[in-house]
């Protein structure tokens, strides 16, 4: 019976029309084949993990099953649904956000990754140029140790900076970390540049000279 049903083939190629993954050769291939329920589990995951390593926010699981959200982003709850969920609710009609999977269906692979480097490129530290290093160490060596730095201390700051610069996510203000730096590499005098500035603070205050 079953063989003549699928004789001419019409339906055979109904299902192969509708089990067609558009995400060969992609990170997400074979999403089109997982169930709802996994494809929920996967958006949850899929949103974690993106504001987490991307966009560098706290997130941290619900604390159960039926609290009505599934990550807390920044203190900020968020549930995550799927797309047979937001068309059910409404979606763009009542004003919702779309969802991972109707995200996924929306935007193509290239163009997804191209706005994750796009995020991912302003968290990266700009590049400072040696002579930058070199006029802010100057400056800070100055103000924090009432002199100038060494040709080793000049080197020991541009490695340092340069480690700064190699940290991925990271953002730094450069005068503060090269003050920091100056202090490190001179602790006693540092020590006693902070005292001698604390006295005159207080003989200025009292009118003394």
Same mark, same amino acid.
């Given at each position: 019976?079953?063989?003549?049903? =699928? %004789?001419?083939?019409? #339906?055979? +190629?109904?299902?192969?029309?509708? &089990?067609?993954?558009?995400?060969? !050769?992609?990170?997400?291939?074979?999403?089109?084949?997982?169930?709802?329920?996994?494809?929920?589990?996967?958006?949850?995951?899929?949103?974690?993990?993106? =504001? %987490?390593?991307?966009? #560098?926010? +706290?997130?941290?699981?619900?604390? &159960?099953?039926?609290?009505?959200? !599934?990550?807390?982003?920044?203190?900020?709850?968020?549930?995550?649904?799927?797309?047979?969920?937001?068309?059910?609710?409404?979606?763009?009609?009542?004003?919702?956000?779309?969802?991972?999977?109707?995200?996924?269906?929306?935007?193509?692979?290239?163009?997804?990754?191209?706005?994750?480097?796009?995020?991912?490129?302003?968290?990266?530290?700009?590049?400072?140029?040696?002579?930058?290093?070199?006029?802010?160490?100057?400056?800070?060596?100055?103000?924090?140790?009432?002199?100038?730095?060494?040709?080793?201390?000049?080197?020991?700051?541009?490695?340092?900076?340069?480690?700064?610069?190699?940290?991925?996510?990271?953002?730094?203000?450069?005068?503060?970390?090269?003050?920091?730096?100056?202090?490190?590499?001179?602790?006693?005098?540092?020590?006693?540049?902070?005292?001698?500035?604390?006295?005159?603070?207080?003989?200025?205050?009292?009118?003394?000279?």
């Amino acid at each position: 019976m079953f063989k003549t049903l =699928f %004789e001419d083939e019409s #339906l055979t +190629d109904y299902i192969k029309s509708n &089990t067609k993954d558009p995400w060969i !050769d992609t990170p997400f291939e074979n999403y089109v084949f997982l169930s709802p329920k996994q494809k929920g589990e996967f958006g949850e995951r899929f949103v974690h993990s993106f =504001f %987490e390593s991307v966009l #560098l926010c +706290d997130v941290k699981r619900a604390a &159960t099953s039926t609290a009505g959200h !599934d990550r807390v982003v920044d203190g900020t709850q968020a549930p995550v649904q799927a797309a047979g969920r937001f068309r059910s609710l409404g979606g763009i009609g009542v004003g919702m956000m779309p969802t991972t999977d109707a995200l996924l269906s929306a935007v193509s692979v290239k163009d997804l990754q191209a706005k994750i480097d796009e995020v991912t490129a302003t968290k990266k530290p700009p590049a400072y140029s040696r002579e930058t290093i070199v006029e802010y160490a100057n400056t800070a060596f100055k103000k924090r140790l009432q002199r100038a730095p060494t040709s080793d201390e000049i080197k020991s700051v541009i490695g340092f900076v340069h480690n700064l610069q190699n940290t991925e996510n990271l953002k730094f203000d450069l005068g503060a970390e090269i003050g920091a730096k100056a202090e490190a590499l001179d602790p006693e005098r540092a020590e006693g540049i902070s005292y001698y500035n604390t006295a005159q603070t207080v003989k200025n205050a009292l009118g003394l000279k």
